[in-house]
C-alpha cells in the first residue's frame, strides 16, 4: 500500500515557464514533507520542505504548497530551467511521535526544453 | 564540509554470492540511514542507526541482511547470499539529530545480481 503517490511518472516543460509536481498522500498523520531532486549516478539532494503546521514554503524559484484537507502537495518550479531537468521524489514522516523515517514516492522525471 | 561517502560505486556479483557496502556519514551526524532504491521506484529504508543503536530494521531482510555501526560512526550493510532481486541501488543518508531533520544522501552502490 503506497502511502506516497507521484502520479506522474515524468513531466515536460519549456524552460522559463513554470513546472508543477504533484503528490498526493494517504497517512494523515504525517507532519513534514519534503522535495528531493536526483541526477543519474547521484544520490538525492535536499530540495525544500514544508511542515504541516503551514501551507506554503517559498525558496528562491522553489514553493512547495500543501492542502492538508486533501491530502496533496505541490512543488512549483518558476522560471524553469535546463539544469532543473532531473527524477524529483516527493517524501513524508511523521515527526512527531517517531523516529522520522522518509516515506519516498515513486519519482517524477522533470525534462526541461531549452 | 564532506557530504555522504559510499563505496563501492558498482558492484557486480553472481547470486548466492556475499557483498558489503560501506558508508562514512557526514560528520556529526548522529543518525544513520540505510535505503535500497529499485528501478523505477521510490527509496525504501532498510534500517536505521542512532549512534550505534538500531532504531528501526522492520524492513529489513534479516535472514541474508545484516548491518552495523559499531563506532557510531560508518556503516556496514553486508547481504549474503545475494538473490535477483536484490539488485538495486544501496543508498545511505545521514541526519544531525534523531526523529527529525533534513536527511542527507550518499552516491549509493549501483549493485547488479546475475
Known amino acids: 500500500d503506497q502511502q506516497v503517490k507521484q502520479n506522474s511518472p515524468s513531466l515536460s516543460v519549456q524552460e522559463g515557464r513554470i513546472s508543477i509536481l504533484n503528490c498526493d498522500y494517504t497517512n494523515s498523520m504525517f507532519d513534514y514533507f519534503l522535495w528531493y531532486k536526483k541526477y543519474p549516478a547521484e544520490g538525492p539532494t535536499f530540495l525544500i520542505s514544508?511542515?504541516?503546521?503551514?501551507d506554503k514554503n517559498e525558496d528562491g524559484r522553489f514553493t512547495v504548497f500543501l492542502n492538508k484537507s486533501a491530502k496533496h502537495l505541490s512543488l512549483h518550479i518558476v522560471p524553469s530551467q535546463p539544469g532543473d531537468s532531473a527524477v524529483y521524489f516527493c517524501?513524508?514522516?511523521?515527526?512527531?511521535?517517531?523516529?522520522?523515517?522518509?516515506?519516498f514516492g515513486k519519482g517524477t522525471k522533470l525534462s526541461v526544453k531549452p | 564540509e564532506a557530504g555522504v561517502a559510499q563505496s563501492p560505486r558498482y558492484k557486480i556479483i553472481e547470486k548466492r554470492q556475499s557483498v558489503a557496502f560501506w558508508c562514512n556519514p557526514i560528520s556529526g551526524h548522529a543518525t544513520l540511514y540505510w535505503y535500497q532504491q529499485i528501478l523505477g521506484q521510490g527509496p525504501k529504508l532498510l534500517i536505521q542507526f542512532q549512534n550505534i543503536g538500531v532504531v528501526d530494521d522492520s524492513q529489513l531482510p534479516k535472514d541474508r541482511f545484516s548491518a552495523e555501526r559499531l563506532k557510531g560512526v560508518d556503516s556496514t550493510l553486508k547481504i549474503q547470499p545475494a538473490k535477483l532481486e536484490d539488485s538495486a541501488v544501496y543508498l545511505c543518508?545521514?541526519?544531525?539529530?534523531f526523529g527529525g531533520g533534513t536527511q542527507f544522501f550518499g552516491p549509493g552502490t549501483r549493485l547488479t545480481v546475475l
Open positions: 543518508a545521514s541526519s544531525l539529530g
Open positions: 514544508i511542515s504541516s503546521i503551514k
Open positions: 517524501a513524508a514522516a511523521y515527526y512527531g511521535g517517531s523516529q522520522g523515517n522518509l516515506i
